[in-house]
């Protein structure tokens, strides 16, 4: 018989506990815990009270559910005295069924495992889709986290309880997350197209309109046509994918919303594309059920985001607000390849005029919205699922160099160098340190640097670095700029150095508009869950919006520690479902102030 809220929520303290009993393993007291916190209005805040439980714990009580779970293909595997759960779990990911050398490997790094953190390795071995990890990923996954010192490999170990929890809750209550599923589906179709190649271990690299580009944005089309429903749906001057569709009668404005579908290198599944998938998801289900909105709803899967190619981050949201600079189009990439001959090689028409028509109307728009992983740790920490943001830092970016003189490392005496790295390296922990300390949310991050035809018995003369500053408000980011840029001018006086900054890039902060960020927060309560505000120190598609109309965020947990920018990014079935649900609140409580 399935498990209902309606139980639970009336069941006395020792039913309550009985009922989940084997949620989490040989450890009632995380129900006992979490019973005070009843009504749970919806399943998502039962698995939130039950992670509330176990983080406010000791660390005395966490460690006795770590060592209550079973290692991987271990002991208690072999003698079959696994929980009828575990055993299911374990059988699912493929572990009853290693080889002899899987299971040598597995023994040893259990073993390596034990020696060091002194409990049980545990990993959700049904993975975020719930389909069960391959043997190969669990074994990959065990020799990463063996890496990580004993309190980042606590908190993992507790999100991996956490996630094996919510399964296993699904499965007692009966629920399948399906639109969550298909988010989780069509990210995986989509990374398919990579300008490297397929990569077994999720690596993406997909640059503006290179043939892996223009292979998502053929298949973001036919989604949007053939499974989705949206009634118009094109490739814009600029690469973009747009979408419509439109509101119950001509005429009415629109909402806009998306995100960019092109990545860094080496980059995740879900950055950008997350935002995309979920719109286009709330469409298809709206089409399926014969719903039109009282307003038009545009989704734009963003051609250009990150400025991996040409030095133009945001160019497609810069065509839709207008502000698209002529200039770029004579941008040369790496290659020597010219915007204007890239963008003709790809069938667009490469001009001003056409990409300038791209201008949208405001008045035409009700604001913009977008949904996007989170990119950092605070959700994941606080095993919330959904976030809203309140502002995108804005933020400096630098390209610079140091000259010094090179000279023979054996024979210069220390106090007569001029070495360009060293006044370098001395600007790196000075922008920590001076980021570091700052009462606002202020970051400095130097991510690049070399030093040209180096050679390891030469004193560096010349040493290249980037410079990317962000705060939450442009004072903030302005204040570090300034004192950033005069501490290098303070070190290489003293050190008798040149250099140079070029900007590269400047985006003022965008704070959310406060009835879009409201309604955002009221998305997010309807699903049973706590409205948590924080910034984004990451840029959007929606700070060029932000030029033009209000707009606000939503932010999706993402796994592995919030890691983004990297293929271990990840975004769990349960969480992308929360995420389509409460998009379509958003959609439903604004269809109703229109009506």
């Known amino acids: 018989m399935l498990?209902?809220?309606?139980?639970?929520?009336?069941?006395?303290?020792?039913?309550?506990?009985?009922l989940l009993a084997g949620t989490y393993e040989h450890s009632p007291w995380v129900a006992q815990a979490a019973a005070a916190a009843r009504p749970f209005a919806s399943l998502a805040g039962l698995k939130l009270a039950l992670a509330g439980a176990v983080r406010e714990a000791g660390r005395s009580q966490q460690l006795a559910l770590l060592r209550a779970h079973p290692e991987l293909a271990g002991k208690a595997a072999?003698?079959?005295?696994?929980?009828?759960?575990?055993?299911?779990e374990q059988a699912r990911a493929g572990l009853s069924h290693c080889s002899a050398e899987e299971l040598q490997r597995i023994g040893q790094l259990n073993a390596d495992y034990a020696a060091k953190f002194g409990w049980p390795f545990i990993l959700a071995v049904r993975g975020p889709r719930g389909l069960g990890l391959s043997r190969a990923e669990i074994i990959a996954t065990f020799e990463r986290r063996l890496g990580l010192t004993a309190d980042l490999e606590l908190a993992e170990c507790l999100r991996n309880v956490h996630r094996i929890a919510e399964i296993r809750l699904n499965d007692k209550f009966g629920l399948?997350?399906?639109?969550?599923?298909?988010?989780?589906?069509?990210?995986?179709?989509?990374?398919?197209h990579s300008d490297t190649g397929f990569k077994e271990n999720g690596e993406l690299t997909v640059t503006y309109l290179s043939a892996a580009h223009q292979a998502c944005a053929a298949q973001l089309r036919q989604w949007m046509k053939q499974d989705c429903g949206f009634d118009e749906v094109s490739i814009d001057a600029v690469g973009n994918v747009v979408g419509l569709y439109r509101?119950?009668?001509?005429?009415?404005?629109?909402?806009?919303?998306?995100?960019?579908?092109?990545?860094?290198?080496?980059?995740?599944?879900?950055?950008?594309?997350?935002?995309?998938?979920?719109?286009?998801?709330?469409?298809?289900?709206?089409?399926?059920?014969?719903?039109?909105?009282?307003?038009?709803?545009?989704?734009?899967?963003?051609?250009?985001?990150?400025?991996?190619?040409?030095?133009?981050s945001f160019l497609s949201a810069s065509a839709i607000t207008g502000d698209f600079d002529a200039a770029w189009l004579d941008e040369l990439d790496a290659e020597g390849l010219a915007m204007r001959t890239a963008m003709q090689a790809a069938g667009l028409p490469g001009d001003i005029a056409s990409i300038q028509a791209l201008r949208r109307d405001p008045a035409r728009y009700l604001g913009f919205v977008e949904l996007h992983i989170e990119q950092g740790p605070v959700l994941t920490e606080l095993d919330l699922p959904l976030g809203v943001v309140t502002s995108i830092n804005g933020s400096m970016r630098y390209l610079g160099e140091v000259q010094?003189?090179?000279?023979?490392?054996?024979?210069?005496?220390?106090?007569?160098?001029?070495?360009?790295?060293?006044?370098?390296?001395?600007?790196?922990l000075y922008v920590e340190q001076r980021a570091g300390t700052h009462k606002d949310q202020v970051v400095g991050t130097v991510g690049m640097l070399e030093v040209p035809a180096g050679s390891i018995n030469v004193i560096p003369g010349r040493c290249r670095f980037s410079l990317d500053l962000r705060?939450?408000?442009?004072?903030?980011?302005?204040?570090?700029?300034?004192?950033?840029?005069?501490?290098?001018?303070?070190?290489?006086?003293?050190?008798?150095?040149?250099?140079?900054?070029?900007?590269?890039?400047?985006?003022?902060?965008?704070?959310?508009?406060?009835?879009?960020q409201a309604r955002w927060e009221a998305a997010v309560a309807a699903q049973g869950l706590p409205v948590h505000r924080l910034p984004s120190g990451a840029g959007h598609d929606a700070m060029m919006l932000h030029r033009s109309l209000p707009q606000a965020m939503l932010f999706v947990r993402g796994g592995n520690g919030g890691i983004s920018h990297n293929p271990l990014e990840q975004v769990s079935n349960d969480d992308a479902e929360l995420a389509v649900r409460a998009f379509q609140t958003l959609l439903d409580n604004l269809a109703k102030e229109a009506a």
């Open 3 to 18: 498990l209902t809220l309606e139980q639970l929520n009336s069941a006395d303290a020792d039913a309550f506990v009985r």
């Open 78 to 88: 072999a003698s079959q005295s696994l929980t009828a759960e575990s055993t299911q």
């Open 176 to 192: 399948s997350p399906d639109m969550g599923n298909q988010v989780w589906d069509w990210a995986e179709s989509l990374a398919v």
């Open 247 to 312: 509101a119950q009668q001509a005429g009415a404005q629109g909402l806009l919303t998306g995100s960019h579908y092109d990545t860094v290198r080496r980059a995740g599944k879900y950055d950008g594309r997350l935002g995309v998938l979920v719109a286009m998801l709330c469409v298809r289900e709206l089409h399926a059920s014969g719903r039109r909105l009282p307003f038009d709803l545009e989704v734009i899967a963003f051609a250009e985001e990150e400025g991996q190619r040409y030095k133009a």
């Open 404 to 428: 010094g003189l090179a000279a023979h490392a054996g024979t210069t005496p220390m106090g007569r160098r001029l070495d360009a790295a060293c006044a370098v390296a001395e600007l790196i």
């Open 471 to 516: 705060a939450s408000t442009d004072a903030a980011r302005d204040a570090l700029d300034a004192d950033v840029r005069a501490a290098l001018a303070v070190i290489c006086q003293r050190r008798g150095l040149q250099w140079t900054l070029t900007p590269t890039m400047k985006a003022d902060a965008a704070p959310s508009d406060a009835r879009w």
